[in-house]
């Protein structure tokens, strides 16, 4: 299978998955729901990828995120999780380089 990477991009919503070669047969970017990977997991995936957009300040994005440092916290972990999660559930076939930049 061919590698995956994992990391959220603002304006996208419903992926972290984004893989090398932009004519995938699983798309650019990557759905999770078209991954052998559970129903749970992606939608997960795709509950933190729009989580994700709300870090931003939309209005002056080059601005510190709006959130706080707890909810920052609450984020990276359970996105680290999710990376975690998805490693297991694709198995050793597949490759997911690990490109997530924590919410500071």
């Not at 709300?54 to 601005?63: C, G, M, N, Q």
């Not at 690990?98 to 919410?103: A, N, S």
């Amino acid at each position: 299978m061919e590698p995956l990477r994992y990391f959220f991009e603002p304006g996208v919503v419903g992926t972290a998955l984004w893989p090398f070669d932009m004519d995938s047969p699983y798309g650019y970017p990557t759905e999770p729901g078209r991954l052998p990977v559970s129903a749970a997991l992606a939608a997960e995936l795709d509950e933190l990828s729009a989580w994700f957009q709300s870090s931003i300040d939309w209005d002056y994005p080059p601005d510190p995120s709006p959130w706080s440092q707890d909810e920052k916290d609450r984020f990276n972990t359970r996105a680290r999780a999710a990376l975690d999660a998805l490693r297991r559930e694709l198995g050793p076939g597949w490759t997911v380089v690990d490109e997530f930049l924590p919410v500071r």
